[in-house]
């Protein structure tokens, strides 16, 4: 049976004045650096359900919902729903919780922002997965997104919604129905008198008019911590040079990659979990 966590909040800044940020907590009092789960574009930090449970058998591990997703706020000006406010929000959560170091697992959209942060003077990333995302992303895959990017469907059951999801999620790879449950069940919400999605759909105005950058390689270069890269095998997002240069420029990332699986891995499957379980505790020794 799977445990609850905690929901917490951050107060942000912004250029606008302030907002909230949700952040769902696991394991804490466990020692050492916490592990911070970022999700992808759409999603929300419940995500992470499946391998924060796993990690926080021995990690504190905190899985925030960005601005605009989940619990969070929703902001009146949807500039804000890029990737430097996320790394200010995520600075701010990194200084609540007190600690110099954090292990970071990124994915999609979580990794862009990780990466930036990695690369950074004086980040407090001790560790970095980068999921199915690189610093080079292929244009077929940013059209894709930007296709279903900031759908508002309405839905007159959760059971509607969350096969209309599993239809969109096709890519994701295979998942039993348990599995994909716990992907739907923070996803599809009800809203007012039928059931909707779990975002402000004001996300897609920045991302289409200035989607993000494709070529990152700079900030990639400037990285030192140990990375580990993620790929689903047959992913539309990170190209197979692209993940091969990955893992001998910069950080020179270690590189595991998932067959049957698309943009990207959920960290659900025990394979998943447990490659990223023994990068993290390597990291930890």
């Given amino acids: 049976m799977m445990n609850e966590p905690r929901l917490r909040y951050v107060t942000c800044p912004d250029p606008r004045g302030l907002h909230r940020m949700a952040y769902w907590e696991w394991g804490a009092g466990n020692e050492g650096p916490p592990v911070v789960c970022v999700h992808g574009l759409t999603r929300n930090g419940r995500d992470f359900d499946a391998i924060a449970q796993r990690l926080a058998q021995r990690f504190h591990v905190v899985c925030p919902d960005m601005i605009g997703r989940g619990r969070s706020d929703r902001v009146a000006d949807p500039a804000l729903y890029v990737v ?120 897609a105005i920045p991302f289409r008019s200035a989607p993000p950058a494709t070529d990152l390689w700079p900030f990639y270069d400037a990285i030192s911590a140990p990375t580990l890269l993620l790929r689903g095998a047959q992913s539309d997002v990170l190209a197979e040079d692209v993940a091969a240069q990955m893992q001998s420029r910069g950080p020179a990332a270690q590189r595991v990659d998932f067959e049957g699986v698309g943009h990207a891995p959920t960290l659900i499957a025990d394979d998943q979990i447990e490659t990223v379980e023994r990068f993290l505790l390597e990291q930890s020794q």
């Avoid at 990794?111 to 003077?121: Q, R, Y």
């Avoid at 610093?135 to 296709?147: S, T």
């Fill in 84 to 203: 430097p406010q996320y790394i200010s929000d995520c600075v701010t959560l990194v200084a609540r919780l007190d600690t110099d170091k954090v292990h970071w697992v990124g994915t999609s959209m979580g990794g862009l922002i990780g990466m930036s942060m990695a690369a950074l003077p004086g980040n407090a990333i001790a560790s970095l997965v980068l999921n199915d995302i690189g610093p080079a992303i292929d244009p077929e895959g940013l059209a894709r997104i930007a296709d279903y990017v900031g759908q508002d469907p309405r839905f007159e059951s959760f059971e509607e919604g969350e096969r209309a999801l599993r239809a969109l999620m096709v890519d994701f790879g295979p998942h039993t129905d348990e599995q994909f449950r716990l992907l739907s069940r923070h996803f599809v919400v009800r809203r007012g008198d039928d059931w909707g999605y779990h975002y402000d759909p004001a996300i």
